[in-house]
């Protein structure tokens, strides 16, 4: 298996990435019962950092809280989007924020869906489940 690859039987990997704790935990717990794996960041630099390492593998699906400090979703996004390891991957915003109005400027920025806080969890997996089977919807092709 080459480095950064998931094992095809794995349960599909998805990061968390939000600066509240009790939402990552609320995360996780629901994204385990539903058959994912799931590992946490707590900022947008400390999930690039994990991203961007070779030796990680690179996840089916990230999760990603608009507000945080002090690398925030829209800093994420940007930097998940201009790598071109993470070319493939989807990425779900998480905000309080963001209405339906602004889908255009969420998807221009490269997520491919949008949760709103507070989430319901069936929703969450719901999402998850369809990204991670079907791939990012919103990919620019190059």
């Given amino acids: 298996m080459q480095s950064g690859q998931e094992d095809p039987g794995a349960a599909p990997l998805v990061l968390v990435c939000d600066d509240t704790e009790a939402i990552r935990r609320l995360l996780r717990i629901n994204l385990e019962l539903a058959g994912f794996a799931v590992e946490e ?3 947008g630099r400390e999930a690039m950092a994990r991203l961007i390492d070779p030796v990680n593998p690179i996840p089916a699906l990230i999760l990603l809280d608009q507000q945080m400090s002090p690398h925030d979703g829209w800093w994420a996004i940007a930097a998940i989007r201009s790598h071109p390891r993470l070319d493939d991957v989807p990425v779900v915003l998480l905000t309080a924020a963001t209405s339906e109005t602004e889908l255009p400027e969420v998807a221009g920025a490269g997520f491919d869906a949008f ?10 997996i ?5 990204l991670v089977a079907g791939g990012r919807p919103h990919r620019r092709r190059r």
């Fill in 115 to 124: 949760l709103s806080k507070p989430f319901d969890p069936d929703e969450v």
């Fill in 126 to 130: 719901e999402t998850v489940s369809r």
């Fill in 41 to 43: 960041a707590t900022d």
